[in-house]
């Protein structure tokens, strides 16, 4: 399988409903020589088909997290490159996946994830921008979660998200307001 048959398999994404997103996704898992490919268009900004590529690439992680180990640096070191909100937030779960630990992958996909200085310090900038910018809970939720993860290694990140949930707190939508108790309950 090449490149065509995974921009073949991308572009029948209708839209963002899971049905058209599992078929592809099924495809990458078949086919992970494509893996690369996917990565690939996802930070490919030119082309109109790399939110959708964004969309299966987070299904593709939940389902077996290993396959973007080896792309672990050009990931992180692409982040900034997402701009568009329907992206950003599968972007930001995929970052949820591996912050985690592999939480939600099968006992038998475990893996270990170190991240490098640099990788860490991308990954908390990158969720500090998504929280404090204006983006949609569902991203800013996912930041939360991120940057409370990322406070056990940094604990600097603490005091600072205390200050980034707090700031706006009362002006922000009911959901943000529950998950950002919950987050500041655990600082």
């Given at each position: 399988?090449?490149?065509?048959?995974?921009?073949?398999?991308?572009?029948?994404?209708?839209?963002?409903?899971?049905?058209?997103?599992?078929?592809?996704?099924?495809?990458?898992?078949?086919?992970?020589?494509?893996?690369?490919?996917?990565?690939?268009?996802?930070?490919?900004?030119?082309?109109?088909?790399?939110?959708?590529?964004?969309?299966?690439?987070?299904?593709?992680?939940?389902?077996?997290?290993?396959?973007?180990?080896?792309?672990?640096?050009?990931?992180?070191?692409?982040?900034?490159?997402?701009?568009?909100?329907?992206?950003?937030?599968?972007?930001?779960?995929?970052?949820?996946?591996?912050?985690?630990?592999?939480?939600?992958?099968p006992?038998?996909?475990?893996?270990?994830?170190?991240?490098?200085?640099?990788?860490?310090?991308?990954?908390?900038?990158?969720?500090?921008?998504?929280?404090?910018?204006?983006?949609?809970?569902?991203?800013?939720?996912?930041?939360?979660?991120?940057?409370?993860?990322?406070?056990?290694?940094?604990?600097?990140?603490?005091?600072?998200?205390?200050?980034?949930?707090?700031?706006?707190?009362l002006?922000?939508?009911?959901g943000?307001?529950?998950?950002?108790?919950?987050?500041?309950?655990?600082?």
């Amino acid at each position: 399988m090449n490149k065509s048959d995974l921009l073949f398999q991308i572009d029948a994404v209708k839209n963002a409903k899971r049905k058209y997103r599992d078929k592809a996704t099924e495809f990458v898992l078949e086919h992970p020589e494509t893996f690369p490919f996917l990565i690939n268009l996802v930070f490919d900004n030119k082309n109109r088909s790399s939110i959708k590529a964004t969309w299966v690439l987070e299904l593709v992680c939940h389902e077996n997290l290993n396959l973007i180990t080896p792309f672990m640096d050009f990931f992180i070191s692409n982040l900034k490159k997402i701009t568009g909100e329907s992206a950003i937030r599968p972007i930001a779960k995929i970052c949820n996946f591996l912050l985690n630990g592999n939480y939600y992958q099968p006992k038998n996909n475990k893996i270990s994830i170190l991240f490098t200085k640099e990788q860490e310090n991308k990954l908390i900038e990158s969720n500090f921008d998504w929280l404090i910018e204006n983006h949609k809970v569902a991203t800013q939720v996912y930041a939360m979660d991120n940057l409370l993860l990322l406070s056990k290694e940094s604990k600097w990140i603490s005091e600072e998200l205390k200050l980034a949930l707090q700031k706006d707190y009362l002006l922000k939508s009911a959901g943000y307001q529950a998950r950002a108790r919950k987050i500041l309950k655990k600082l």
